[in-house]
């Protein structure tokens, strides 16, 4: 069995990164920018924001971290992004999620100039990427399918399960699978059977938030089982998908930690550099 190294694949995923902001900078004179707007003070975000700016340092981009109390008004949210939206140093623009309940995800999401949205969570940027257009993809997703590119490139008529239809992770999960021409069934809590859904597949991609609910015998041999899910359990962290079943069987599986994880940082990055790329055009 293949066990796909995510660390691996994000620290290299950031080398090429390095060497194209060092081009972007010789050829434009600046660098992208990445501004990310931090709202109270929930321990995991607090960490998430931290390492997205280590990393995004350490390829050269410029970040920016903005902190608001949790009492911060959404207008004044609003209105700084509004000015981050006009700012030509900002290539890229993330508000961390989750928000207090007093502010609109929603509105906040929409507030951000698609062409800055380096989560891909604007309506504008997930109508393209369904359309085939290009686009901001969620970092998640993205990350999934460049570990699964490394194991196969030549998606084209595979069976893809993806359990799971949230907006950050399923549905633009199944989006990529489908331009690379799988055929890919998107399951949820109401698919009547799970187990034989994916048997059917070639490819899992498992983001539910249930421990370890992708047994070894729903998973086809050599199939590539990608796990997003992130656990806390009194085992500590595990995944959506059972380890050390699924691994007997499937051709390549990320593990959790150090699987999908640190792709997505990376992919943070690559959006942050996309976005910069396609405003200098
Ligand atoms: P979410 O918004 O809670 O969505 C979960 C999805 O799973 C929903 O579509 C739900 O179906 C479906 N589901 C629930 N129970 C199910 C069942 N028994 N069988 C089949 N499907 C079921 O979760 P999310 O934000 O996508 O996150 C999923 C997991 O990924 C979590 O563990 C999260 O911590 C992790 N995550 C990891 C990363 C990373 O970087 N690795 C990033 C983001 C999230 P319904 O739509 O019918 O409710």
């Given at each position: 069995m293949i066990l796909i190294d995510g660390k691996k694949a994000a620290a290299e995923l950031r080398a090429e990164l390095k060497e194209e902001v060092a081009e972007l900078k010789s050829k434009h004179n600046k660098v992208p920018g990445l501004t990310v707007i931090l709202i109270g003070d929930l321990t995991p975000s607090q960490i998430y924001v931290r390492n997205k700016e280590k990393s995004a340092n350490e390829v050269g981009l410029k970040s920016e971290v903005i902190k608001y109390p949790d009492s911060i008004e959404e207008k004044t949210v609003l209105e700084k992004i509004q000015e981050l939206n006009s700012d030509?140093?900002?290539s890229g623009i993330l508000v961390q999620l989750p928000?207090?309940?007093?502010?609109?995800k929603q509105k906040v999401i929409e507030a951000i100039d698609p062409s800055k949205?380096?989560?891909?969570?604007h309506p504008m940027n997930v109508g393209n990427l369904s359309s085939g257009y290009e686009s901001s993809i969620p970092c998640t997703p993205l990350g999934c399918y460049l570990l699964i590119k490394k194991i196969e490139p030549n998606l084209s008529g595979k069976k893809a399960v993806v359990v799971g239809r949230s907006n950050l992770n399923g549905k633009p999960m199944t989006q990529l699978l489908l331009k690379e021409n799988c055929t890919v069934t998107i399951t949820h809590?109401?698919?009547?059977d799970l187990k034989a859904e994916c048997l059917e597949a070639d490819i899992i991609v498992a983001a539910v938030g249930?421990?370890?609910?992708?047994?070894?015998?729903?998973v086809k041999k050599d199939a590539i089982v990608i796990d997003v899910g992130i656990n806390k359990t009194d085992n500590g962290i595990v995944g959506d998908v059972h380890f050390d079943e699924v691994s007997k069987n499937a051709k390549a599986l990320t593990p959790v930690?150090?699987?999908?994880g640190p792709m997505t940082i990376a992919c943070l990055l690559k959006n942050t550099i996309d976005c910069f790329k396609r405003s200098q055009i």
């Open positions: 030509e140093n900002v928000l207090p309940k007093h502010i609109d949205d380096v989560d891909g969570f809590s109401k698919t009547k249930i421990p370890e609910l992708v047994r070894g015998d729903w930690p150090g699987g999908v």
